[in-house]
């Protein structure tokens, strides 16, 4: 199975989100959440800093990257639209005894 990609609106439920995120990251290992605009950026940094929360909690050691990555997104008349989104790649790891 490929890296799952989440896509945050600005309108999402922060609560949600971070469960969403953690429960990728714990099954897969690895996720990326990518967000387009100032709300959307902001839901996904609440969001992320509560995910984190969670798997320090728990035990686990992880990575995060924010980087720019190039999205197509649905124009009006089906005209795909290029648009720069936020990724960030959240990679998480049990700690090991």
């Known amino acids: ?22 429960k ?11 967000a387009i605009g100032i709300k959307a950026t902001y839901m996904t940094v609440k969001a992320l800093i509560q995910a984190v ?4 909690s728990k035990g686990y050691r992880f990575n995060l990257r924010p980087y720019y990555v190039k999205v197509n ?5 089906i005209q795909p639209i290029s648009k720069t989104a ?9 700690k090991s005894i």
């Open 1 to 22: 199975m490929g890296i799952q990609i989440l896509k945050v609106s600005g309108n999402g439920n922060i609560n949600a989100i971070a469960d969403t995120i953690n």
């Open 24 to 34: 990728y990251v714990v099954e897969d290992g690895i996720v990326h959440i990518d």
């Open 53 to 56: 929360e969670y798997l320090v």
């Open 73 to 77: 997104t649905a124009g009006n008349d």
């Open 86 to 94: 936020i990724r960030w790649t959240l990679i998480a790891k049990e």
